[in-house]
Nanobody
Framework: QVQLMESGGGLVQAGGSLRLSCAAS????????MGWYRQSSGNQRELVAV???????NYADSVKGRFTISRDNAKDTVYLQMNSLKPEDTAVYYC??????????WGQGSQVTVSS
């Protein structure tokens, strides 16, 4: 089985920064896509950013210019650098990976809280 281990969540003031990490391990095979989703209380889980193994990156409009997704293929790790954080960014952030087999896996979730 594939395991996604997240780290880096926490509490920051508006305007601050955090970096989330997600490391994949286990029977990974070939990962097509890795990304970050978030879910705040009472809302649906929404896509934040994705990166493909062929280098395509997409961001939600709400985070463009503030968040940066990157990867380290040697470590099977994806990162989300979050700058200029706003209270509306407060959510649980989930790492996601989709393999070439089309199997999908989720991280355990990381709480990000931005105070105003």
């Amino acid at each position: 089985q594939v395991q996604l281990m997240e780290s880096g969540g926490g509490l920051v003031q508006a305007g601050g920064s955090l970096r989330l990490s997600c490391a994949a391990s286990g029977s990974i095979g070939s990962i097509n896509i890795m990304g970050w989703y978030r879910q705040s209380s009472g809302n649906q889980r929404e896509l934040v950013a994705v990166i493909t193994d062929w280098g395509i990156i997409n961001y939600a409009d709400s985070v463009k210019g503030r968040f940066t997704i990157s990867r380290d293929n040697a470590k099977d790790t994806v990162y989300l650098q979050m700058n200029s954080l706003k209270p509306e960014d407060t959510a649980v952030y989930y790492c996601n990976a989709v393999l070439r087999t089309a199997s999908a896996f989720w991280g355990q979730g990381s709480q990000v809280t931005v105070s105003s």
